[in-house]
C-alpha cells in the first residue's frame, strides 16, 4: 500500500510563495503520475495541478495558471507544487494524490478524483489578506 506524505504547507501573506512537497513512504516500483487537489471549508475538492510519470506533461486548473507549478524529482521520488502570487482564496487544505495503474499513459496527467488511487493526509494553507 502507497502511502503519500505531503509538507510544507502553512500561513503565508496574500502575494507570497509556499512550496509543497510529496512522497511516498515506502517502496515504489515505478514512477506514478501525480496530482495535487484542495478542498476548502463547505466545498468540493477540486483539481489543482498533475504531472505524468514520464515527468514531461503537466496540467492546471485555470485559476492556479501562471502561478503555481508542479514539478518531479525521480531521483528522490518527490513531486513538488510551487505557489506563487497567493491569494486568499487559495486558502485549503491541499491533498497529494497517486495514479498507480499500470494501464496509464506516459504523457497522462489524471484531472479527476476518479483516477487517483492513493492519497496523502492534507497540508493546510492558509493566505491572509
Known amino acids: 500500500q502507497v502511502q503519500l506524505v505531503e509538507s510544507g504547507g502553512g500561513l503565508v501573506q496574500a502575494g507570497g510563495s509556499l512550496r509543497l512537497s510529496c512522497a511516498p513512504s515506502?517502496?515504489?516500483?515505478?514512477?506514478?503520475?501525480m496530482g495535487w487537489f484542495r478542498q476548502a471549508p463547505q466545498k468540493e475538492r477540486e483539481f489543482v495541478a498533475s504531472?505524468?510519470?514520464?515527468?514531461?506533461?503537466?496540467s492546471y486548473a485555470q485559476y492556479v495558471k501562471n502561478r503555481f507549478t508542479i514539478s518531479r524529482d525521480s531521483a528522490k521520488n518527490t513531486v513538488y507544487l510551487q505557489m506563487n502570487s497567493l491569494k486568499p482564496e487559495d486558502t485549503a487544505v491541499y491533498y497529494c494524490?497517486?495514479?498507480?495503474?499500470?494501464?496509464?499513459?506516459?504523457?497522462?496527467?489524471?484531472?479527476?478524483?476518479?483516477?487517483?488511487?492513493?492519497w496523502g493526509q492534507g497540508t493546510q494553507v492558509t493566505v491572509s489578506s
Open positions: 494524490a497517486a495514479d498507480s495503474r499500470i494501464t496509464t499513459p506516459a504523457w497522462s496527467t489524471p484531472l479527476h478524483t476518479s483516477e487517483y488511487d492513493h
Open positions: 504531472v505524468s510519470w514520464s515527468g514531461v506533461d503537466t
Open positions: 515506502g517502496y515504489t516500483d515505478r514512477n506514478y503520475a
